[in-house]
């Protein structure tokens, strides 16, 4: 298989989800064996999206050069990589990518409505010679990659949740990214959304970019206080536990967002494995771990 680009540049604009600030990022064609590199354009810095460069994974991926840093990438790198683009250039002028509606939908409308462009290189897989596991014992995590054909990759996440369960979801490349991966958007706990609000954080969130989860009884006016800062007229507990903020595009969408997550860190090892990606309860922490132990590896 030949290298693939995008056919223009692409700006998206928006407030990011954990520090609020509002960012313009352009995504733009890049020349064969670029592979997915970001530049601050406010501060002339480049940072290649290599493991090696992760410098911070509380609640998002962020990674930092040169005292330079941009945090919760990695929509953008699993929309790249669902879609299977080798090489871009992703130009932001802030610390945080615009976190849209929490999904990497808006990527893929944008990038597929033109189509790829073919360049004259072969892709290099990696190919993974033996088994890396990777674990994190005081959780239960794990992420295992192992040799194979083709890149696939399965998720069982398990919160100990009443209203999520256990969701598994699975992808491999003859299935498409953009409808059944690219729209499952992020989500949170309510009691997390109120103890971060209270510590002002979130400050980016609104309630048309998270699925929020209830999973504990609570009172009204604890809701209208919600609705009030989200600056929303009316919110309420759906049956199934769901704040009603939005409604779900499957009922695994939890499970099918942290795939999509998990394929974007994993594309930090630096392009595309041959290889059978599990994992438990994935986060960014260990999927970024695993990231680097791959690049070790290779």
Not at 67 to 77: K, N, V
Not at 215 to 244: C, R, W
Request: aromatic share 8%; proline share 4%; net charge negative.
């Amino acid at each position: 298989m030949k290298e693939r680009t995008l056919s223009k540049s692409y700006t998206f604009e928006g407030k990011g989800l954990h520090t609020g600030t509002i960012s313009k990022m352009k995504v733009s064609p890049a020349p064969a064996g670029t592979g997915v590199v970001f530049v601050r354009t406010d501060l002339g810095v480049t940072i290649p999206a290599l493991a090696e460069n992760v410098s911070n994974t509380a609640r998002c991926t962020l990674i930092s050069k040169d005292g330079a840093s941009i945090s919760t990438i990695e929509h953008i790198m699993s929309a790249l990589t669902g879609l299977g683009i080798d090489n871009a250039i992703v130009e932001i002028d802030n610390v945080e990518v615009p976190i849209l509606d929490g999904s990497a939908r808006f990527y893929v409308e944008a990038f597929a409505a033109d189509g790829l462009i073919e360049q004259d290189a072969e892709r290099k897989y990696f190919e993974i010679p033996e088994t890396i596991e990777v674990r994190h014992e005081a959780s239960g995590c794990w992420v295992k990659i192992e040799p194979a054909d083709h890149l696939s990759y399965d998720v069982t996440v398990d919160f100990g949740s009443r209203v999520l369960g256990v969701q598994t979801a699975h992808w491999d490349e003859t299935i498409d990214y953009a409808s059944q991966v690219a729209v499952c958007r992020t989500f949170c706990f309510f009691h997390e959304v109120q103890y971060l609000a209270s510590q002002g954080l979130v400050k980016g969130g609104d309630v048309d970019n998270a699925i929020v989860v209830v999973e504990h009884p609570v009172e009204d006016s604890v809701i209208e206080q919600m609705a009030k800062l989200f600056n929303q007229p009316k919110l309420s507990v759906t049956p199934e536990g769901y704040l009603s903020n939005l409604v779900l595009n499957f009922p695994d969408e939890c499970g099918r967002h942290k795939l999509l997550d998990l394929i974007g860190d994993m594309r930090l090892a630096g392009g595309y494995l041959r290889a059978h990606i599990s994992a438990y309860k994935p986060g960014h922490t260990i999927n970024t771990n695993a990231a680097k132990a791959v690049q070790k590896l290779i």
